[in-house]
């Protein structure tokens, strides 16, 4: 089995899978080795469903084992459904670092509040580095750049839509109770979610080179309004115009069918 490439923009998962395993899962990504046999727990909370065999109705049968299922013990149930949501050879790679629901919530409250989702996710480092082109002496972001996220967008946009809602809404015991573990009110995530998403939703589109400056460390905007942006969004930018067009599309798409809150 060949070694699959890591993206973490967002959000980790759900989305993460969601837009999030949203968006700290596009932001970088490495290579990793093929995932390890999956572990026994010696005395599971709960027996993982079945594969489904039969499309899905109008009344499937949950796919989560329990509802009352331990945080702690989420991750191999999440790695057990995420299959039947996408196809995609490079998403098993996605679900290899611990924790996923409560890195999942937590990059999604860092989108939500404009900060950068990186904390949570010292563990990767990534493959490529951003470039920059110089003319004259005016810089602008390196247009070839913007592939380092292809394979993440296609990851994203390879996610049925229906059946990630479905997996979402089975698991908001879950991630209310990880959303409560950073302090908050446990019943207020979806509306996180949406804030999260509304931020992306934000970000603009844009044509043409896009003039930066240097920095001491890095670099910035040189168009005022562009770096005014928050963290997560000006991260979302340097991914191009045609990226940000797919999953800005892929999340217009999720948003009717995940009840959020307005």
Do not use: C
């Not at 996408?86 to 919530?105: C, M, N, Q, T, Y």
């Not at 602008?140 to 296609?154: H, K, M």
């Not at 044509?207 to 928050?230: D, H």
């Amino acid at each position: 089995m060949e070694a699959y490439k890591k993206v973490i923009w967002a959000s980790t998962i759900l989305a993460a899978v969601i837009t999030l395993l949203m968006i700290g899962y596009f932001f970088i990504y490495r290579e990793t080795p093929p995932p390890p046999a999956p572990a026994v727990l010696d005395e599971p909370v709960s027996k993982p469903s079945p594969p489904l065999k039969e499309p899905i109705t109008s009344e499937p049968a949950p796919w989560l084992p329990a509802m009352d299922i331990e945080l702690n013990q989420s991750d191999w149930v999440i790695r057990e459904v995420m299959p039947k949501i996408s196809d995609h050879p490079a998403l098993p790679g996605w679900l290899k670092s611990p924790d996923l629901i409560r890195r999942f919530v937590a990059v999604t409250d860092n989108i939500a509040r404009g900060e950068n989702p990186a904390p949570h996710l010292q563990d990767l480092r990534p493959l490529e580095k951003f470039t920059i082109i110089k003319k004259g002496t005016t810089l602008y972001i390196d247009p070839e750049s913007y592939s380092r996220y292809d394979l993440a967008v296609t990851v994203f946009s390879s996610i049925d839509n229906e059946k990630l809602a479905r997996l979402y809404k089975e698991s908001l015991a879950l991630l209310d109770k990880a959303y409560s573990e950073l302090g908050y009110p446990s019943n207020e995530f979806s509306a996180t979610l949406a804030r999260a998403i509304a931020v992306i939703l934000q970000v603009p589109v844009i044509q043409g080179e896009i003039r930066v400056r240097e920095k001491v460390m890095s670099y910035a905007y040189w168009e005022p309004k562009l770096e005014r942006l928050s963290v997560p969004q000006k991260h979302l930018l340097r991914m191009g115009p045609q990226n940000i067009r797919k999953i800005q599309a892929k999340l217009r798409q999720l948003l009717p069918l995940l009840d959020l809150p307005n």
